[in-house]
Antibody, heavy 115, light 111 residues
Framework: QVQLQESGPGLVKPSETLSLTCTVS????????WSWIRQPPGKGLEWIGY???????NYNPSLKSRVTISVDTSKNQFSLKLSSVTAADTAVYYC?????????WGQGTLVTVSS | QSALTQPASVSGSPGQSITISCTGT?????????VSWYQQHPGKAPKLMIY???KRPSGVSNRFSGSKSGNTASLTISGLQAEDEADYYC???????????FGGGTKLTVL
């Protein structure tokens, strides 16, 4: 059974960079797309971007200038960096397998942007 | 690219059937049979319920079904049960030259 687990700081200061890692277990990161999705408190889901195991990426245009998603196949991990964060970036961040269909999800991690 | 349009809320009594709509455009829902639906209970991660418009993953009850007509996809839940009370989100592929979007979400209340 594939499992995903997000990890990273739960509190980030405004203007700094949010960094999260998703560790995949129970299966290989190879041959799949992997995505980041977020959900502000009390609001809906927002697709952030995806990466293919080979490294090709696609990002939500509204976040593109601040987002970088990378993959480390040797560690079966992929990561998210979101720069110049503001309070509007406060959300639960999920990692998920897939690009068009998300069949496995992490439990999510709340990241709060506050000084 | 605008979010797909879903009703904010729907409700039904146990045993009844309900349908949640997801309206997009001819560039996304209308062009591809690649809509997926997700169920999210409070404090939990979303769960895949329907993919490619009408396919159910293993383990998902056959009370859940999906369909499409024109630019609108629909999720139907028959024989409503209390455990079906949750938020539901649709998601559609929108072509290689653009990006994918979620619907705004629909809160299902089982009366």
């Amino acid at each position: 059974q594939v499992q995903l687990q997000e990890s990273g700081p739960g509190l980030v200061k405004p203007s700094e960079t949010l960094s999260l890692t998703c560790t995949v277990s129970g299966g290989s990161i190879n041959s799949f797309y992997w995505s980041w999705i977020r959900q502000p408190p009390g609001k809906g889901l927002e697709w952030i971007g995806y990466i293919y195991y080979s490294g090709s990426t696609n990002y939500n245009p509204s976040l593109k200038s601040r987002v970088t998603i990378s993959v480390d196949t040797s560690k079966n991990q992929f990561s998210l960096k979101l720069s110049s964060v503001t309070a509007a970036d406060t959300a639960v961040y999920y990692c998920a397998r897939g690009r068009i269909v998300f069949d496995y999800w992490g439990q999510g991690t709340l990241v709060t942007v506050s000084s | 690219q605008s979010a797909l349009t879903q009703p904010a809320s729907v409700s039904g009594s146990p045993g009844q059937s309900i349908t949640i709509s997801c309206t997009g455009t001819s560039s996304d829902v209308g062009s591809y049979n690649l809509v997926s639906w997700y169920q999210q209970h409070p404090g939990k991660a979303p769960k895949l319920m329907i993919y490619e418009g009408s396919k159910r993953p293993s383990g998902v009850s056959n009370r859940f079904s999906g369909s499409k007509s024109g630019n609108t996809a629909s999720l139907t839940i028959s024989g409503l049960q209390a455990e079906d009370e949750a938020d539901y989100y649709c998601y559609s592929y929108a072509g290689s030259s653009t990006f994918e979007v979620f619907g705004g979400g629909t809160k299902l209340t089982v009366l």
